[in-house]
């Protein structure tokens, strides 16, 4: 018979002690204190059989995220399947930044370009109740579980559009515009390591040096700001300066940088001063 103890020593040479926990929470539908406090729980037969089922899966890669079909994100739980991007702690700083920009009680309108799980979109929802969210994506899968994690949140101030980033938009005009496009390049190796191997494409890559989506994104936001509106973005650890003259190229001003723990350049993003026409 299978114990809790047994099971946390029979996997730990072969996979990280956390992940071994995280799925036995998992499985057992318990935290990690019962874990500690409950060494002799005995699993029952079918208990050990989802459990090693899950760490096979793990020990060929797949993320814990997506064996468990959650993931923390702020503050919040947010349900992922393997049709979006896991969120990250990284995109936490685009968090906090947006939320720094928007007063509480100021009602005004906000995109979230490439939603994935809604996890930025709901997150922002939340904080700011009085603000409206349009999610946007490409994918409907992705369009679908962000809707559900929102029903699931209780967060009803969230639109949520199928579309080719702006494409599907019309003439509608937003106080800010927020993104954490695919940014990764194309040839880049990363994307044969780690989780990224079972993450989409569509949420990971962009055409040749990972920049196609934030160009679209950057030269595209006047027409969809209104005049002192903000864009703010997510991009990679070497593409601060690139973004920097997309962004002045576009007509931004009062550039914003947010560097994370590393000191790294993650998040940039400026207001629109010129209206389109
Ligand atoms: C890096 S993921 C970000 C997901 C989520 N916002 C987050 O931060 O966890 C990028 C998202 O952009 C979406 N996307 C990719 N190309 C797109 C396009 N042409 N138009 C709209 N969304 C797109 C992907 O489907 C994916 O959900």
Not at 111 to 134: K, N, Y
Not at 207 to 217: F, N
Not at 219 to 238: M, T
Request: glycine share 6%.
């Amino acid at each position: 018979m299978a114990t809790i103890a047994g099971e946390l020593r029979r996997w730990t040479d072969k996979l990280e002690r956390l992940d071994i926990s995280w799925l036995l929470q998992h499985v057992l539908d318990v935290n990690a204190a019962f874990l500690v406090a409950h060494p002799d729980y005995l699993l029952t037969a079918e208990q050990t059989q989802a459990f090693h089922e899950l760490m096979t899966k793990r020990a060929a890669g797949v993320p814990v995220a997506y064996l468990t079909g959650k993931q923390g994100f702020y503050d919040l739980i947010f349900e992922v399947t393997s049709d979006v991007l896991i969120p990250r702690p990284e995109t936490e700083l685009l968090i906090e930044t947006v939320l720094a920009m928007i007063p509480v009680n100021h009602p005004c309108n906000i995109l979230d370009l490439g939603t994935g799980s809604g996890a930025i979109a709901i997150t922002i929802a939340r904080h700011r109740p009085h603000v409206h969210v349009f999610a946007l994506d490409i994918s409907i899968n992705a369009l679908l579980l962000a809707r559900r994690n929102a029903g699931r949140l209780s967060v009803s101030n969230i639109d949520f559009v199928a579309s080719n980033w702006y494409a599907a938009l019309g003439a509608i005009r937003f106080d800010g515009i927020v993104a954490n496009p695919p940014y990764i390049a194309s040839a880049d190796p990363h994307l044969q390591q780690g989780d990224l191997r079972f993450e989409p494409m569509l949420a990971l890559v962009a055409e040749h040096d990972g920049l196609s989506c934030l160009r679209k994104i950057i030269s595209q936001a006047p027409q969809f700001l209104h005049q002192g509106g903000w864009l703010l973005f997510e991009h990679g650890y070497d593409q601060a300066a690139a973004c920097r003259q997309l962004l002045t190229a576009a007509g931004f001003t009062e550039l914003i940088r947010q560097s994370d723990f590393a000191q790294i350049d993650r998040v940039s993003g400026g207001y629109c001063q010129s209206i389109f026409r």
